[in-house]
């Protein structure tokens, strides 16, 4: 028999399956028909999960599908997702498909499954109806069928709703005629269950509500009894249903949607996305709404919506005349929506709500939401469609939907096809919000981990760029950090833990923390990457980094410098403009052990910039680090009108090479020494009369530099910090040194090793508040060790 001809299949009776699932998946009702198929008797069918109970996912295999079971050669037949999917409850759009029900024990069958969506007062969710293929085929006889497959079409004509109603609990006793009226009045209007026999040949099944449209009376009176007894009828006569293009359409949109969303875990684009793949095909007028939680990027909204949750208006898509919604409904703008509207009830039911056309009482009601701007001319008249976006059960944000007075109407069918589209829309919009979730919480990790360098100290200025990796999250372990030295000194580190996430910057923190802890003791460079070696080799054997630990001294015009590890850094210098990378002993990574460390001793002059980086800057896959270097040296001596501008050169010269991965830290310092003049010091014996020598020689050079201003409060402090000095170091040698830069700074050396703290002085007691007077006076004051004894110092400001 060719292919397309008209084929007539021999009336036979198969039993069929008749499954009710209520809303936890759980079954509620199972038919003997569905005993018969899935060999599980009512009793233990009922209250259990419905997909352990129907083994049945995805569609036959090529292979499969052409072994003999009257399928086309290389088709698989599936429409919608696999049973199971619909069964875990991820469709809300009629499904049908052809499968293989495999379960230990049991041979294979072919299986053709009808699943409808159910909505309403009652619990049941789902109404699933399956058939044993194989012995419809063997049934009908015709071994020149070549085709097998379930379908959907519109339904034009079936015997009355009132005698079905009444006819269904017969296949399901525990069923009343009113829930059985509203199940088989849903599933007329979702498509009309057809078998396809051939390319081109369909025929209306008859299991419990309907006949076929030519059956005559007799075979009518007939078909309605199998049915009462839960048996599926193959007509006398097949027939083409061209309604069926209707539910074929939806599919392909659907699917068509789908493929146009989410094409990015950008939360803005994806909105856009999102809106414009409804517009014009599905409707006119398109605007969506989202929580406030969920634009600002925060987690998951707590509790449900009420009246007061404001929504955010993130996109609006229309065919109208351009700027015809704009000023009216502008994009960005939040509002709270009262209880009587079908916005309200939509995003507290999390069900579509279908408005056929808006009357004018609707749309003034409406209307009254928008203060000084009157929209009833955009909407009256309108139908209206409102679906809402849920993930996992919680309302993220709807959907108002709106066509204009000359096109059809939106009807169940639609409000169906919506609920399937802001489903796919919601779990894609929930995708983006988690990504742009974490993403914040990401960069907000990585900012506090990161330390606020102070771009201007005494002797020298720095700036600094970080830039998170491009895969992987945006989460890393390279850091930048300068901590102030006693001695107006400064140390300059950067370092980077091997690896990407969490873990990476968790181990960055804690090597950072101990660095600076270690710098305040005034380490060398070599013993301090000797300790923190040791201290990461003790925390774990997964702690390595590398680390580049420099200390500059402004008034020697210095820099000692050790390299665990780590790519050089870039010196350029101001009397010629080159640049150069320092060559240092290279180490080995933090936590390796056993390595030496070696401390080398530049110098520098005033107006040189350090340039300390992060291998991420510098390598790219596939190309010699070499490269990056080089480019790192050139764009470094780039003149620039300030450091900010200088990072952005050597940042762009880097960063637009392409293939960059890891994150990456930049630090430049441009070194601008301290004048010799502009420093002054003094040895003082330990003795109290050297207390009033310090005043009187503070007073003389602030004098000499024109900073009388602010004599009085440096004579009271020096005093302060000298006699505490004198009094507690019990030493030989007290040292006294003024620095003058952007502040005043004052250094108290002495070879006592116990720093000072801060007491609670009482009325009567006599010690205790020279520090308290410092900390009041002072701009900033600290105390740290030296490899010799201590330093105390403070700063005043000049202005």
């Known amino acids: 028999m060719e292919r397309g001809t008209p084929q007539y299949a021999v009336a036979g009776r198969i039993p069929l399956a008749v499954v009710v699932v209520d809303g936890q998946g759980l079954v509620s009702h199972w038919s003997t028909g569905a005993r018969r198929l899935f060999g599980r008797p009512k009793e233990e069918a009922v209250g259990q999960p419905a997909v352990e109970l129907m083994p049945v996912s995805g569609a036959l295999s090529e292979d499969e599908a052409s072994d003999g079971y009257g399928l086309y050669e290389h088709e698989t037949v599936e429409l919608g997702p696999g049973l199971?999917?619909?069964?875990?409850?991820?469709?809300?759009?009629?499904?049908?498909?052809?499968?293989?029900?495999?379960?230990?024990?049991r041979a294979q069958l072919d299986v053709l499954w009808w699943a409808y969506p159910l909505v309403g007062p009652g619990p049941e969710r789902?109404?699933?109806?399956?058939?044993?293929?194989?012995?419809?085929?063997?049934?009908?006889?015709?071994?020149?069928?070549?085709?097998?497959?379930?379908?959907?079409?519109?339904?034009?004509?079936?015997?009355?709703?009132?005698?079905?109603?009444?006819?269904?609990?017969?296949?399901?006793?525990?069923?009343?005629?009113?829930?059985?009226?509203?199940?088989?009045?849903?599933?007329?209007?979702?498509?009309?269950?057809?078998?396809?026999?051939?390319?081109?040949?369909?025929?209306?099944?008859?299991?419990?509500?309907?006949?076929?449209?030519?059956?005559?009376?007799?075979?009518?009176?007939?078909?309605?009894?199998?049915?009462?007894?839960?048996?599926?009828?193959?007509?006398?006569?097949?027939?083409?249903?061209?309604?069926?293009?209707?539910?074929?359409?939806?599919l392909e949109f659907l699917n068509e949607v789908s493929g146009r969303i989410g094409s990015s875990l950008d939360l803005a684009r994806t909105i856009h996305e999102v809106s414009a793949a409804v517009v014009p095909r599905f409707t006119d007028v398109a605007g969506t709404y989202l929580r406030e939680q969920v634009i600002?990027?925060?987690?998951?909204?707590?509790?449900?919506?009420?009246?007061?949750?404001?929504?955010?208006?993130?996109?609006?898509?229309?065919?109208?005349?351009?700027?015809?919604?704009?000023?009216?409904?502008?994009?960005?703008?939040?509002?709270?929506?009262?209880?009587?509207?079908?916005?309200?009830?939509?995003?507290?039911?999390?069900?579509?709500?279908?408005?056929?056309?808006?009357?004018?009482?609707?749309?003034?009601?409406?209307?009254?939401?928008?203060?000084?701007?009157?929209?009833?001319?955009?909407?009256?008249?309108?139908?209206?469609?409102?679906?809402?976006?849920?993930?996992?059960?919680?309302?993220?944000?709807?959907?108002?939907?709106?066509?204009?007075?000359?096109?059809?109407?939106?009807?169940?069918?639609?409000?169906?096809?919506?609920?399937?589209?802001?489903?796919?829309?919601?779990?894609?919009l929930d995708n983006a919000r988690m990504y742009t979730y974490q993403e914040s919480v990401a960069e907000t990790l990585q900012d506090s981990m990161l330390p606020q360098v102070t771009p201007r100290m005494t002797g020298c200025d720095t700036a600094t760029r970080y830039l998170p990796g491009t895969l992987l999250g945006r989460v890393g372990g390279d850091w930048f950090d300068s901590v102030k030295l006693p001695g107006s000194r400064i140390a300059l580190v950067v370092g980077d833990v091997m690896g990407h996430g969490l873990n990476s910057a968790a181990m960055m923190g804690q090597l950072r923390t101990a660095v600076q802890t270690?710098?305040?003791?005034?380490?060398?460079?070599?013993?301090?990457?000797?300790?923190?070696?040791?201290?990461?080799?003790?925390?774990?054997?997964?702690?390595?980094?590398?680390?580049?630990?420099?200390?500059?001294?402004?008034?020697?015009?210095?820099?000692?410098?050790?390299?665990?590890?780590?790519?050089?850094?870039?010196?350029?210098?101001?009397?010629?403009?080159?640049?150069?990378?320092?060559?240092?002993?290279?180490?080995?990574?933090?936590?390796?052990?056993g390595v030496p460390f070696e401390t080398v001793r530049i110098a520098v002059a005033p107006g040189d910039r350090l340039v300390m980086c992060t291998d991420g800057?510098?390598?790219?896959?596939?190309?010699?680090?070499g490269v990056g270097l080089a480019t790192l040296c050139e764009s470094a001596a780039h003149p620039a009108a300030s450091m900010d501008d200088a990072c952005d050169t050597i940042i762009r010269a880097l960063n637009t090479r392409g293939g960059r991965k890891d994150d990456v830290a930049l630090l430049m310092a441009r070194l601008n020494g301290i004048a010799t003049e502009d420093v002054a010091q003094w040895d003082l014996a330990s003795e109290p009369e050297e207390v009033g020598r310090a005043r009187r020689l503070v007073r003389a050079q602030l004098s000499d530099w024109g900073l009388e201003g602010v004599s009085e409060n440096a004579e009271l402090l020096v005093g302060e910090v000298v006699t505490?000095?004198?009094?507690?170091?019990?030493?030989?040698?007290?040292?006294?040194?003024?620095?003058?830069?952007?502040?005043?700074?004052?250094?108290?050396?002495?070879?006592?090793?116990?720093?000072?703290?801060?007491?609670?002085?009482?009325?009567?007691?006599?010690?205790?508040?020279?520090?308290?007077?410092?900390?009041?006076?002072?701009?900033?004051?600290?105390?740290?060790?030296?490899?010799?004894?201590?330093?105390?110092?403070?700063?005043?400001s000049l202005r």
């Open 617 to 625: 800057l510098v390598e790219v896959r596939g190309e010699d680090i």
């Open 84 to 105: 199971d999917a619909t069964l875990n409850g991820l469709t809300s759009y009629p499904a049908a498909g052809r499968a293989r029900l495999s379960e230990p024990g």
């Open 296 to 428: 600002a990027g925060e987690g998951f909204p707590d509790g449900p919506p009420d009246e007061t949750t404001m929504w955010h208006r993130v996109a609006v898509e229309h065919v109208d005349a351009p700027g015809r919604w704009d000023d009216v409904v502008p994009v960005g703008e939040a509002m709270p929506f009262p209880a009587h509207t079908p916005f309200f009830q939509c995003m507290t039911s999390g069900d579509p709500v279908l408005v056929p056309q808006i009357s004018e009482q609707m749309g003034t009601a409406i209307a009254s939401q928008f203060e000084k701007r009157d929209i009833r001319p955009l909407i009256n008249g309108r139908s209206m469609l409102v679906v809402p976006l849920k993930a996992r059960n919680v309302v993220l944000g709807f959907m108002i939907l709106l066509r204009h007075p000359g096109r059809t109407l939106f009807n169940d069918m639609d409000r169906f096809t919506g609920a399937e589209l802001a489903a796919r829309a919601g779990l894609v």
């Open 724 to 796: 505490n000095a004198v009094r507690h170091a019990g030493g030989r040698r007290v040292g006294l040194r003024l620095v003058r830069a952007e502040t005043l700074l004052c250094e108290v050396v002495d070879d006592g090793h116990v720093l000072p703290t801060l007491l609670s002085a009482g009325p009567s007691d006599e010690a205790g508040r020279g520090l308290r007077v410092v900390s009041r006076l002072a701009r900033e004051w600290g105390a740290s060790r030296t490899g010799d004894g201590k330093t105390v110092w403070f700063e005043l």
């Open 126 to 250: 789902l109404l699933v109806l399956a058939a044993d293929a194989s012995r419809l085929h063997t049934e009908s006889g015709d071994n020149g069928v070549e085709r097998i497959a379930p379908g959907f079409a519109l339904h034009t004509e079936f015997l009355g709703s009132e005698e079905l109603a009444g006819r269904l609990p017969e296949i399901l006793p525990s069923m009343s005629v009113g829930e059985s009226r509203r199940i088989v009045s849903q599933v007329l209007e979702l498509g009309y269950p057809v078998l396809e026999y051939s390319q081109h040949d369909r025929v209306p099944v008859t299991p419990d509500w309907g006949v076929p449209q030519r059956a005559g009376h007799a075979a009518r009176r007939k078909e309605a009894e199998d049915a009462a007894a839960g048996q599926l009828a193959a007509p006398a006569e097949p027939e083409q249903d061209l309604e069926y293009a209707a539910v074929r359409e939806r």
């Open 518 to 593: 270690m710098a305040a003791l005034d380490l060398p460079p070599a013993q301090l990457l000797r300790n923190l070696d040791d201290l990461a080799q003790r925390l774990g054997e997964h702690y390595l980094a590398t680390c580049l630990y420099a200390i500059y001294d402004p008034v020697r015009g210095e820099l000692l410098m050790s390299n665990a590890g780590h790519i050089p850094p870039v010196l350029v210098r101001a009397a010629d403009g080159r640049s150069e990378l320092i060559e240092l002993p290279t180490g080995a990574p933090i936590g390796v052990g």
